[in-house]
Each structure stands twice: as C-alpha cells, then as structure tokens.
C-alpha cells in the first residue's frame, strides 16, 4: 500500500490542481464570443478528456519518479505540469491568446521531451505520454486558430 500512496499523491496533484484550475477559471461570456474554427470541439469534450490525459499524466510522472526521481525527465515532468497548468488563466483568465499559444507550443515541446527521455528508461511512461502529446497539438492548432480568427 506505502508503494501506491506517492501515485495516490501524483493524482491529487495532476488532476486536483487540473480540475481546481478549471473550476476557478471558467471560459466564460469573453470565450462564448470568440470566432472558433471549424475542428473547434463541443465545450463538454474537454473535461472527460482532460480527466483521462491528466490520470495518465499522473501515472506516467510517478513511473518516471520511483526509478529516479531526480531524473532529467522528471525536471522535465514537472516543467510540463507547470506549463499545462499556466494555460488555463492565461487563455481563459488573461484573455491573451498569443501568450498561451507560445505557452502551448512550450509545453508541446517539454512533452516531446519527456517522452524522448522515459522512452529507454521507462516505455510505459512515454507511452502514456503520447495521447497527451496528439491531444496537446490539437490543442496548440486550435489556440493559434483562435488568435488568427480573433485578431
């Protein structure tokens, strides 16, 4: 049970902090306006997939730190973390679209890397990695759509 309770620890934190961050900050009336393009999903879409993306985010992160928990891909877990949660109140929150869309591509970038780096040591945590970085690309070209679309 003691080995179990660092990835209980891993999941309040991922998917804690996730879903705190979007209860606090809520899209609102400024993003209902926005002009979005045509592969803009329906808004009930993020939260189910957030909550699979962050679970896996947690179980790959806990992977990563009970081999080696002062790894370069755990520095690079933790930078990813820091940048997916700083996107929610700097699009939602901010309104500063070409902020978070550099943040995006950031993070996009620090998951790349984290799955380059897991990948030898430990495959399990890169393969959970990889919907997150599909999901995250999708990500980063809607938040640049939206900046094209909302200048």
Do not use: C
């Not at 909550?51 to 992160?61: C, E, H, Q, R």
């Amino acid at each position: 049970m003691r080995k179990y309770g660092s990835l209980i620890l891993f999941l309040l934190v991922t998917l804690g902090g996730g879903s705190l961050i979007g209860f606090f900050v809520r899209p609102g009336e400024w993003y209902a306006a926005l002009e979005k393009p045509w592969f803009n999903p329906p808004d009930w879409v993020f939260g189910p997939v957030w909550s699979v993306l962050y679970a896996m985010i947690a179980a790959a992160g806990w992977l990563v730190w009970r081999r080696d928990p002062t790894s370069p891909a755990m520095r690079v877990w933790i930078v990813q973390l820091i940048l997916n949660f700083a996107w929610t109140p700097i699009f939602f929150g901010a309104h500063m679209i070409g902020l978070a869309l550099i943040i995006i591509v950031a993070l996009l970038v620090a998951i790349a890397a984290f799955i380059a780096l897991a990948r030898e040591r430990d495959p399990v945590a890169a393969l959970l990695f990889m919907p997150y970085a599909l999901w995250v690309g999708y990500a980063s070209a809607l938040t640049a759509a939206i900046l094209v679309l909302n200048r």
